[in-house]
């Protein structure tokens, strides 16, 4: 470790810390827009400017510069301040201040930095530059030249993490823009977090935007389900809706990015839905049948750890003959975090299914009744005598229909391709009609037909799985990684858990 003093007192920092980040380490904040730590350094927006014991007399970026031993850093004298007061008059001299439209409003750096660091009236008297607005840069993403900073961490973005260099700075002076190559969309699937990084208003998701004020909503934690790779994701949600996904960090999943297609996934949990469901009726038809020869169950990779457990139990206690095994079809994956498996947790169901001692099967033959839990990817080639479902959205309507909750909703855990063991939370505050967990819809058709003992909790059927030393409220935030299941390959660039195979 490298001792540097910020401000007078003495930090332990690490010697590839710039005084940014060492800094930082004792809670003092050292204002920036360009920088970003998974990012080159562009030195683009000058407000990190400290004084140093290196460079006596003259201001240094605080971005750019790294900590070395014995250095001595000043974070606010008069000159460190005279210059963000400057920057900040600086970068608002063509700024349209036009907050009170602007997506970005409450989760501004120039509105938070305005407030702290400069807080004066403009001195401008001439006219403001006019630049583009509204400029669709691709299917997410939407651009307002005005309210750009130039800090050019998009451009970076696309270069260095994404490798799509589909953004570049273009003109010359104040009259400097982003723009789209000619003729050409920024259409990465990696294209929205561009937008998370913009520091300012001026990349917006064209899905969010004019949605919701960022205060309205609540921010809980929850992985995407948009395919095996599991990113750690924020939901955003007010009254039964998600209004949008963002990133979580989590080093060994996502890092701090996602895809654009994850971000779109809760759209399957507002709209579309199963809403009501007649339990009397599922439970009078399977009646009968109960413990009779000819009962499936099918489920499908888009359940929960849970869900998947509690469907076997439910076929061992109802007799079930054969289970099926029901998933949504592969799609495009890269070697970054995009899989083609575009189910949240086949690893999962198949875990559940050796500790229930089942074998699945992939298409659904042979059986004269059906439970479904969960109907992705199911396809009846002749209608059955019995069938009942158990769903999140329409589409796949059984005589019985019994409205399943979004992963989104409820409390569980998944299991990503390489074997993480996630926790989901529910992460939306009112509830959709009657739906309900498809553990829950489980237990409470056994209880009907007089068959007691099916789990009634997501940790009770989380139980089921037989991993040993590990219970459902005990797996941290990051997940927990199931050593047995890790694969002997790698998408090449994508991140793993420290000390797996390179
Ligand atoms: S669009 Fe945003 S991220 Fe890109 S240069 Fe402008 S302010 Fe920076
Ligand atoms: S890579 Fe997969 S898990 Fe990650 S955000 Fe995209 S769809 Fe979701
Ligand atoms: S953060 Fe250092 S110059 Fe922008």
Same mark, same amino acid.
């Given at each position: 470790?490298?001792?540097?003093?910020?401000?007078?007192?003495?930090?332990?920092?690490?010697?590839?810390?710039?005084?940014?980040?060492?800094?930082?380490?004792?809670?003092?904040?050292?204002?920036?827009?360009?920088?970003?730590?998974?990012?080159?350094?562009?030195?683009?927006?000058?407000? %990190?400017?400290?004084?140093?014991?290196?460079?006596?007399?003259?201001?240094?970026?605080?971005?750019?510069?790294?900590?070395?031993?014995?250095?001595?850093?000043?974070?606010?004298?008069?000159?460190?301040?005279?210059?963000?007061?400057?920057?900040?008059?600086?970068?608002?001299?063509?700024?349209?201040?036009?907050?009170?439209?602007?997506?970005?409003?409450?989760? %501004?750096?120039?509105?938070?930095?305005?407030?702290?660091?400069?807080?004066?009236?403009?001195?401008?008297?001439?006219?403001?530059?006019?630049?583009?607005?509204?400029?669709?840069?691709?299917?997410?993403?939407?651009?307002?030249?005005?309210?750009?900073?130039? %800090?050019?961490?998009?451009?970076?973005?696309?270069?260095?993490?994404?490798?799509?260099?589909?953004?570049?700075?273009?003109?010359?002076?104040?009259?400097?823009?982003?723009?789209?190559?000619?003729?050409?969309?920024?259409?990465?699937?990696?294209?929205?977090?561009?937008?998370?990084?913009?520091?300012?208003?001026?990349?917006?998701?064209?899905?969010?935007?004019?949605?919701?004020?960022?205060?309205?909503?609540?921010?809980?934690?929850?992985?995407?389900?948009?395919?095996?790779?599991?990113?750690?994701?924020?939901?955003?949600?007010?009254?039964?809706?998600?209004?949008?996904?963002?990133?979580?960090?989590?080093?060994?999943?996502?890092?701090?990015?996602?895809?654009?297609?994850?971000?779109?996934?809760?759209?399957?949990?507002?709209?579309?839905?199963?809403?009501?469901?007649?339990?009397?009726?599922?439970?009078?038809?399977?009646?009968?049948?109960?413990?009779?020869?000819?009962?499936?169950?099918?489920?499908?990779?888009?359940?929960?750890?849970?869900?998947?457990?509690?469907?076997?139990?439910?076929?061992?206690?109802?007799?079930?003959?054969?289970?099926?095994?029901?998933?949504?079809?592969?799609?495009?994956?890269?070697?970054?975090?995009?899989?083609?498996?575009?189910?949240?947790?086949?690893?999962?169901?198949?875990?559940?299914?050796?500790?229930?001692?089942?074998?699945?099967?992939?298409?659904?033959?042979?059986?004269?009744?059906?439970?479904?839990?969960?109907?992705?990817?199911?396809?009846?080639?002749?209608?059955?005598?019995?069938?009942?479902?158990?769903?999140?959205?329409?589409?796949?309507?059984?005589?019985?229909?019994?409205?399943?909750?979004?992963?989104?909703?409820?409390? @569980?855990?998944?299991?990503?391709?390489?074997?993480?063991?996630?926790?989901?939370?529910?992460?939306?505050?009112?509830?959709?009609?009657?739906?309900?967990?498809?553990?829950?819809?489980?237990?409470?058709?056994?209880? @009907?037909?007089?068959?007691?003992?099916?789990?009634?909790?997501?940790?009770?059927?989380?139980?089921?799985?037989?991993?040993?030393?590990?219970?459902?409220?005990?797996?941290?935030?990051?997940?927990?990684?199931?050593?047995?299941?890790?694969?002997?390959?790698?998408?090449?660039?994508?991140?793993?858990?420290?000390?797996?195979?390179?």
């Amino acid at each position: 470790m490298t001792k540097v003093f910020v401000d007078g007192r003495e930090v332990e920092a690490d010697p590839r810390d710039n005084l940014i980040e060492a800094a930082r380490r004792i809670g003092v904040a050292i204002p920036y827009f360009c920088y970003h730590p998974r990012l080159s350094i562009a030195g683009q927006c000058r407000m %990190c400017l400290v004084e140093t014991s290196d460079a006596p007399g003259r201001l240094v970026p605080g971005c750019q510069v790294r900590v070395k031993e014995g250095m001595k850093v000043v974070t606010s004298s008069p000159a460190v301040r005279d210059n963000q007061r400057g920057c900040m008059e600086f970068h608002l001299i063509n700024h349209p201040v036009d907050c009170a439209i602007c997506d970005q409003s409450g989760e %501004c750096k120039l509105q938070d930095y305005y407030m702290e660091f400069d807080h004066q009236p403009s001195r401008i008297r001439t006219s403001k530059l006019n630049k583009p607005k509204r400029e669709i840069f691709g299917p997410l993403v939407v651009y307002d030249a005005e309210r750009c900073i130039m %800090c050019t961490r998009c451009v970076r973005f696309m270069d260095e993490i994404a490798q799509e260099p589909q953004l570049a700075v273009v003109d010359r002076g104040s009259h400097s823009l982003i723009s789209t190559f000619p003729g050409q969309p920024l259409d990465s699937k990696y294209s929205g977090n561009t937008v998370d990084i913009c520091p300012v208003g001026a990349l917006l998701n064209r899905d969010f935007r004019f949605q919701s004020r960022v205060w309205f909503v609540e921010k809980s934690p929850a992985v995407c389900t948009g395919c095996a790779n599991g990113c750690n994701v924020y939901l955003e949600s007010r009254g039964n809706l998600i209004y949008r996904l963002l990133p979580r960090r989590n080093e060994e999943v996502n890092q701090v990015w996602m895809c654009d297609e994850g971000r779109l996934t809760h759209h399957e949990t507002n709209e579309k839905r199963v809403e009501q469901g007649d339990l009397a009726r599922a439970i009078e038809l399977l009646r009968p049948i109960a413990g009779k020869p000819g009962i499936g169950i099918s489920l499908s990779a888009q359940c929960t750890n849970e869900e998947a457990a509690a469907a076997f139990d439910f076929g061992a206690r109802i007799g079930a003959e054969k289970y099926f095994f029901t998933a949504r079809l592969d799609g495009d994956g890269d070697d970054f975090l995009i899989r083609q498996d575009k189910n949240p947790n086949r690893r999962g169901v198949e875990l559940a299914a050796r500790a229930a001692g089942v074998t699945l099967h992939d298409s659904v033959e042979g059986i004269k009744a059906l439970v479904a839990f969960r109907t992705d990817g199911l396809l009846l080639e002749k209608p059955l005598e019995v069938f009942i479902a158990i769903a999140q959205n329409q589409g796949i309507e059984g005589q019985v229909t019994l409205p399943c909750q979004s992963v989104y909703e409820q409390d @569980g855990s998944v299991i990503n391709y390489y074997g993480r063991l996630q926790r989901t939370w529910p992460g939306v505050p009112a509830e959709r009609g009657e739906s309900a967990p498809a553990w829950s819809w489980a237990e409470r058709i056994l209880a @009907g037909l007089g068959i007691a003992g099916a789990p009634r909790s997501a940790a009770a059927a989380f139980d089921l799985l037989g991993l040993p030393g590990l219970k459902l409220e005990a797996i941290p935030e990051e997940g927990v990684v199931l050593e047995q299941l890790l694969p002997a390959q790698w998408p090449k660039r994508a991140p793993r858990p420290a000390g797996a195979a390179r």
